[in-house]
C-alpha cells in the first residue's frame, strides 16, 4: 500500500458556492498531480465539475499546473475566474 | 504597507501623499471605482471577496516585477474587499518616478498584473439579484 | 474649468472627484512635481511663466483633440504658474473614462501635448542663480 | 509707396529677458511674412538673435510657419521652447 499525503484544498467565490464548503480535507496517494486532485474533486463535488474548466490551482498561494507534484500538508486553492481591479 | 488588502475606504489623497518622493517629479495614479452598469446591465453594488494571503503575494509579486522593470519607479496598491457601492473606489494604485514614461508604465502593469493573477472575485448586484463576475470566460 | 491655468495651489483631491462620473469606472491621474534635481545639478524652486491666454487656448485644444479620439472619456486639466518649491504641484490631469485604457492614453496625450506646445516656461532655481529651462534644445 | 499693417510683437521667458520688453509695435508692409517679422525683429533686437533659433512664432495664439503672411492687428509672439508640465 502506497503511502499517502493529507492536502487542504480551499474554495472561493463561485466554486465556495456550489460546494457549500469554504475548505476540504483531501487524502491522495503520494505522487499526485494536480490532476488527480482534480478527478478526485469532480467525484467529490460533481457540482463544481461544470466550473473546473475555467479554473487554475494554486499550491501554497502559487498558481501551478496540472502537472504539479503535490507534497503532504500542501494548501491546494481553486481559483475561479479573478476579477480584481 | 505597500501593498495591501483592505475592508476600509481606500485614501486617495493619502496614498498619493506616500508615494511622493523629493526626487521624483511623476506621479501616475490608476483609480479603479464601482460604476453603474457592466454589460448593459445596471449595477448598485459589488461584493469584493479574496483569496487574502494570496492576493497580497501576488501583489507583492507585481511590485517586485515593477521594481526590476522600472527600478527608478516606486509603487503602491491598495485594494479594497467587502460591500462597495456605486462611485466606491475598488483599487488605487499609485506610482512616482523620476520620469513619466516609467510612472506610466509601471502603474498600468500593476492594473493588468492584477487583473490576470490576484485572487479576487466580484459578485455584482443589479435588481434581479447578484450574480459571479467572470472576465475570463 | 476643465482646463485652467492657476497661480494657486493645485488641489489634486478636488479634481479627481471632479473627474468622477457613475459610468466611468477607470480614473488615470498624472501628477507633474517640482522635484529636487534636474541634470545632477539641485534645484531649489521653479517659476513658472506662460502666455496665459494662448496657454489655456493650446490646453482647449488638448481637450479637443482628447475628445474628439476617446469620446468617452473625460478630461480635466490645470496647470500652476507662479513660484514653485520642490514638491509643489505644477500640473494635474485626471482622465476618467468606462474603460481604463482609453483613461491611460487620454492622460498621456495631454501631459505629452502640453510638453509640446503648451506657452508654458520654467526658470530653475539653485544655489547658483536661475536659468532657462530648455527641454528641446 | 505700399500701404503698411501693424502688428503686437510679445515676447516672454528668455526672449523677454534679451529684449528687456514684453511688447513692441512694429510696422511691416502689407503682405509681410513671419520671416519678414523675423528680419526686423534681428535689426531691432540684435540680443534676440542667438535665440531666434530656437524660436517658434504664435500669430493670434497658434502657431504659425515662416511662411505665414501677417494682417494688420495681429498680435504675434515669440515662442521660446516651451517647459511645461
Same mark, same amino acid.
Given at each position: 500500500m502506497p503511502s499517502q499525503i493529507t492536502l487542504t484544498v480551499l474554495f472561493f467565490a463561485s466554486t465556495a458556492e456550489a460546494t457549500r464548503v469554504k475548505s476540504w480535507d483531501c487524502t491522495l496517494d503520494?505522487?499526485?498531480?494536480?490532476?488527480?486532485?482534480?478527478?478526485?474533486?469532480?467525484?467529490?463535488?460533481?457540482?463544481?465539475?461544470p466550473l473546473l474548466r475555467s479554473c487554475r490551482f494554486a499550491c501554497n498561494e502559487s498558481f501551478v499546473p496540472q502537472q504539479h507534484r503535490l507534497a503532504d500538508g500542501d494548501t491546494v486553492a481553486l481559483i475561479p475566474p479573478v476579477a480584481g481591479g | 504597507m505597500p501593498v495591501q488588502l483592505t475592508e476600509q475606504p481606500l485614501d486617495v489623497s493619502g496614498l498619493i501623499n506616500a508615494a511622493r518622493r523629493a526626487h521624483a517629479g511623476a506621479l501616475a495614479v490608476f483609480i479603479g471605482t464601482?460604476?453603474?452598469?457592466?454589460?448593459?446591465? *445596471?449595477?448598485?453594488?459589488?461584493?469584493? *471577496? !479574496?483569496? /487574502?494571503?494570496?492576493?497580497? !503575494?501576488?501583489?507583492?509579486?507585481?511590485?517586485? @516585477?515593477?521594481? %526590476?522593470?522600472?527600478?527608478?519607479?516606486?509603487?503602491?496598491?491598495?485594494?479594497?474587499?467587502?460591500?462597495l457601492v456605486v462611485g466606491d473606489d475598488a483599487v488605487v494604485i499609485v506610482?512616482?518616478?523620476?520620469?513619466? *514614461? @516609467? !510612472?506610466?508604465? !509601471?502603474?498600468?502593469?500593476?492594473? @493588468?498584473?492584477? %487583473? /490576470?493573477?490576484?485572487?479576487?472575485? %466580484? %459578485?455584482?448586484?443589479?435588481?434581479?439579484?447578484? *450574480?459571479?463576475?467572470?472576465?475570463?470566460p
Open positions: 503520494e505522487g499526485a498531480l494536480i490532476s488527480d486532485l482534480s478527478a478526485q474533486l469532480q467525484r467529490q463535488f460533481p457540482m463544481v465539475k | 464601482i460604476r453603474d452598469h457592466a454589460q448593459n446591465r *445596471s449595477v448598485t453594488a459589488i461584493d469584493y *471577496s !479574496a483569496y /487574502e494571503s494570496m492576493a497580497e !503575494a501576488v501583489l507583492q509579486t507585481i511590485e517586485e @516585477e515593477c521594481a %526590476k522593470q522600472w527600478p527608478d519607479v516606486y509603487v503602491l496598491c491598495h485594494h479594497r474587499v467587502g460591500h506610482a512616482s518616478s523620476p520620469h513619466r *514614461s @516609467e !510612472a506610466f508604465e !509601471a502603474c498600468r502593469h500593476v492594473i @493588468e498584473r492584477i %487583473k /490576470e493573477d490576484c485572487p479576487i472575485w %466580484k %459578485k455584482e448586484w443589479d435588481e434581479q439579484g447578484a *450574480s459571479w463576475v467572470s472576465p475570463r
